[in-house]
T-cell receptor
Framework: DAGVIQSPRHEVTEMGQEVTLRCKPI?????LFWYRQTMMRGLELLIY????????DSGMPEDRFSAKMPNASFSTLKIQPSEPRDSAVYFC????????????FGPGTRLTVL | KQEVTQIPAALSVPEGENLVLNCSFT??????LQWFRQDPGKGLTSLLL?????REQTSGRLNASLDKSSGRSTLYIAASQPGDSATYLC??????????FGAGTRLTVKP
């Protein structure tokens, strides 16, 4: 398996624009996670899905953020409108089980909002 | 609220030295604790996963221990190599299934 795939790897956009980040989890994994990493706050869990259903989105910072998982092999994280404080590295991860299995991380998307 | 602290924030050692990285957490009600490695500009790679019922896990030159009652975990790296240079993060899985990460320890192993 190619591992968790994220695209784009880098995204530079202007404030107010819509940003869509994409993730393809490892085939067969039932859980998908979106994280954000910044120097100030470290790594934070934003939302996770089980079998394509959002289970906990309490980490999503505000209504400008939304995430979907239309099928088992694809998820998106959308920011609309984007703001400079959204600049961060966004990671997607997947796992087979929730509490007994390791998470496999993608390479991340570095987002810069000007 | 669960706080995860890693000490030291940065560590530089000569090649061949054995070293210990520390992780502490404030709430012992966890499912598991995981150690990750992160290389610059890359994602996280899982090194060891310790379930709450376990005391330690070993993989090659790495050994991780867990003392839930005291809220501590250590990652022991034996015979360090320059290729071990990276940031090491610990993370705890809480009972509400949230996951909390420490800020990491940046390790440099000098040849």
């Amino acid at each position: 398996d190619a591992g968790v795939i994220q695209s784009p790897r880098h995204e530079v956009t202007e404030m107010g624009q819509e940003v869509t980040l994409r993730c393809k989890p490892i085939s067969g994994h039932d859980y998908l996670f979106w994280y954000r990493q910044t120097m100030m706050r470290g790594l934070e869990l934003l939302i996770y899905f089980n079998n394509n259903v959002p289970i906990d989105d309490s980490g999503m910072p505000e209504d400008r953020f939304s995430a979907k998982m239309p099928n088992a092999s694809f998820s998106t994280l959308k920011i609309q409108p984007s703001e400079p404080r959204d600049s961060a590295v966004y990671f997607c991860a997947s796992s087979l089980f929730l509490t007994t299995d390791t998470q496999y991380f993608g390479p991340g998307t570095r987002l810069t909002v000007l | 609220k669960q706080e995860v602290t890693q000490i030291p924030a940065a560590l530089s050692v000569p090649e061949g030295e054995n070293l210990v990285l520390n992780c502490s957490f404030t709430d012992s009600a966890i499912y598991n604790l995981q150690w990750f490695r992160q290389d610059p500009g890359k994602g996280l790679t899982s090194l060891l996963l310790i379930q709450s019922s376990q005391r330690e896990q070993t993989s090659g030159r790495l050994n991780a221990s867990l003392d839930k009652s005291s809220g501590r975990s250590t990652l022991y790296i034996a015979a360090s190599q320059p290729g071990d240079s990276a940031t090491y993060l610990c993370a705890v899985r809480l009972r509400n299934n949230d996951m909390r990460f420490g800020a990491g320890t940046r390790l440099t192993v000098k040849p």
